[in-house]
C-alpha cells in the first residue's frame, strides 16, 4: 500500500504540473502516505476492508485539466452523503453508463490526433459493439452454454461473458487488436486531395505566368507603337 501510494502521488503530482523532486515533493509523498496510512486503521475499525489510493484520479485530472483541492473535497462529500442516504446513493446509479461528458471526453481526444481512415475504422469497429453491449446487456449469454462439472472451465466462460457484455472492455479490447492487426497506412483521400491541389495549384500557376507573358508583350507592343508614332512627328529623325 506504501508502494502504491508513492507512484500514485507521483503520478499525480506530475499530471498536475508539480515538481517531482526536492523537499515540497518529500513533504507531499510524507503527508500523502501518513494519510493512507490513517485512512486503512479507520476503515478497519469501521468493519471494511483497508482503503488506498486510487491511480484512476489521474487519468481524470489529465482529461479534465483540473487538480484542485476542493473537487476532492465534494467529492469525500458526495460519497459520505451516498453512504448515509440510500435514496440519494440510488439516484446516483440510476445514472446510465453512457455519461455524456465521458464520450465528449473521448472525441476531444480524438478530434486532436490525425484522424486517418483506418482510424475511422478502427473507431467505428470498435464502437459498434460496445454501444450493443450497452443497449442488449445480455447480448453474449447465448453463446457458451457449457453445462458440464468443470466449475473451473465454468468460471472462464462467465469470466468472458462478463467482458463480452462489458461495454467500455469489449470496445477498448476490439480497437487495440484492430489497431494491431490493421497496416499502417495512408490516408488515400488524402492524397488525392493533395495531389489535386497541387495540380490545380500548378495549373493555376502556369495560367497567371502565361497571362503576365502576354501582359508584357501587349506593353512591349503598345511602347513599340508609341516609339515609332513620337519618331515619325520628331523633324530631328528625318
Do not use: H
Not at 92 to 108: N, Q, R, T
Not at 140 to 166: H, R
Not at 194 to 201: A, D, S
Amino acid at each position: 500500500m506504501m508502494m502504491e501510494a508513492i507512484g500514485d502521488i507521483t503520478a499525480t503530482s506530475d499530471v498536475s504540473r508539480l515538481e517531482v523532486e526536492g523537499p515540497l515533493y518529500e513533504s507531499r509523498i510524507q503527508g500523502g502516505v501518513l494519510a493512507d496510512g490513517l485512512n486503512g486503521c479507520l476503515s478497519t475499525l469501521m468493519t471494511i476492508g483497508p482503503v488506498s489510493t486510487f491511480a484512476q484520479n489521474n487519468g481524470v485530472i489529465s482529461i479534465t485539466k483540473c487538480a484542485n483541492r476542493k473537487v476532492g473535497y465534494y467529492a469525500a462529500f458526495f460519497m459520505i452523503i451516498m453512504g448515509l442516504f440510500a435514496r440519494f446513493a440510488a439516484a446516483i446509479v440510476s445514472i446510465p453508463k453512457s455519461v455524456l461528458g465521458v464520450a465528449v471526453s473521448g472525441m476531444k481526444i480524438i478530434a486532436s490526433t490525425e484522424f486517418t481512415r483506418r482510424d475511422r475504422f478502427v473507431l467505428s469497429a470498435s464502437l459498434l459493439p460496445g454501444l450493443g453491449a450497452i443497449l442488449v446487456s445480455n447480448w453474449f449469454d447465448g453463446v457458451f452454454t457449457y453445462k458440464g462439472s468443470n466449475t473451473s472451465l465454468k468460471g472462464f466462460f462467465d469470466a468472458i461473458v462478463l467482458v463480452m457484455e462489458s461495454g467500455f472492455a469489449v470496445t477498448g479490447f476490439i480497437g487495440v487488436i484492430l489497431n494491431l492487426i490493421l497496416p499502417q497506412v495512408e490516408d488515400e483521400t488524402e492524397e488525392i486531395n493533395e495531389v489535386v491541389l497541387e495540380t490545380v495549384g500548378s495549373a493555376d500557376q502556369r495560367a497567371m505566368e502565361l497571362y503576365a507573358t502576354k501582359e508584357d508583350q501587349k506593353f512591349l507592343a503598345r511602347s513599340n507603337v508609341q516609339d515609332l508614332s513620337s519618331s515619325s512627328r520628331d523633324p530631328s529623325s528625318f
